[in-house]
């Protein structure tokens, strides 16, 4: 019997909304390995936001090679992992990608209180293109 998911399967969960862990490499020293909000939708890219001067948007280029982890931490665990090279990086913009990844994780209400209180004006937008999937769904024992 295989824990696999199929194809919808695996998309479906992964437009679900779940924190996800990314893993960014890193020159000489092990992956950065970080929580992050990100938006998925079936067929497309993974979308995720940062900080042009953190560390994850340091280290972040156009063809950067991303793993991406979303994982349901209640029984019956089941997870997907996606790698895939970043396509774009774009400038966030404040009001459309932080107001509506905000909402999509806090609710209306108190996500639009993150974006007012919010300012990205230093943000970007990193979209990565999924090419490697693994998954696993211990419900299908």
């Not at 909000?37 to 995720?48: H, Q």
Request: hydrophobic content about 35%.
């Amino acid at each position: 019997m295989s824990l696999k998911m199929s194809r919808q399967e695996r998309e479906a969960f992964l437009a679900d909304v779940h924190v996800a862990v990314i893993s960014i490499p890193r020159e000489g020293r092990g992956p950065l390995t970080a929580p992050i909000w990100y938006s998925y939708e079936p067929a497309g890219e993974v979308v995720v936001g940062m900080g042009r001067d953190s560390l994850k948007g340091q280290l972040i280029n156009e063809g950067t090679m991303i793993s991406l982890c979303a994982q349901d931490e209640s029984p019956p665990y089941k997870y997907v992992t996606v790698e895939g090279p970043v396509t774009s990086i774009t400038d966030t913009n404040n009001d459309l990608d932080t107001r509506t990844m905000a909402i999509r994780y806090l609710g209306k209400e108190l996500g639009d209180h993150y974006a007012d209180q919010s300012s990205d004006a230093d943000g970007i937008q990193v979209r990565i293109k999924p090419e490697v999937w693994l998954t696993v769904d211990y419900g299908k024992l």
